[in-house]
């Protein structure tokens, strides 16, 4: 099958639908999310999380390295923690920064 925009699309969109189909189960089921009732914490910070502290702000999420991930992957958001990682400007954050030449 080729790989076309469409394709792109639909893919995008079936990963956000997905996504939002599990964060309304998890509610109806009163499961745990690290950022249920918390949102604020993981989308509105004055200084982008350490990866280290949005791994910690994850840490139990039965979400983590699944949809929330994929979900991260499509969307290209910025400014929030999911999947354990400190999305900027569609990208995670790197996990070790060097300055050396």
Same mark, same amino acid.
């Given at each position: 099958?080729?790989?076309?925009?469409?394709t792109?699309?639909?893919?995008?969109?079936?990963?956000?639908?997905?996504?939002?189909?599990?964060?309304d189960?998890?509610?109806?089921?009163?499961?745990?999310?690290?950022?249920?009732?918390?949102? *604020?914490?993981?989308?509105?910070? =004055?200084?982008?999380?350490?990866?280290?502290?949005? &791994? @910690?702000?994850?840490? $139990?999420? #039965?979400?983590?390295?699944?949809?929330?991930? *994929?979900?991260?992957?499509?969307? =290209?958001?910025?400014?929030?923690?999911?999947?354990? &990682? @400190?999305?900027?400007l $569609?990208? #995670?954050?790197?996990?070790?920064?060097?300055?050396?030449?």
């Amino acid at each position: 099958m080729a790989v076309t925009p469409v394709t792109i699309r639909r893919y995008k969109a079936a990963v956000v639908a997905e996504f939002n189909d599990i964060l309304d189960e998890a509610s109806r089921n009163n499961w745990s999310t690290p950022c249920k009732d918390r949102w *604020e914490e993981f989308t509105e910070y =004055k200084y982008r999380p350490t990866p280290a502290a949005a &791994r @910690a702000m994850c840490a $139990g999420c #039965p979400l983590l390295g699944g949809i929330c991930g *994929e979900y991260a992957e499509v969307t =290209k958001p910025d400014s929030v923690v999911l999947d354990g &990682r @400190a999305w900027t400007l $569609g990208k #995670p954050a790197p996990e070790l920064v060097s300055w050396a030449a």
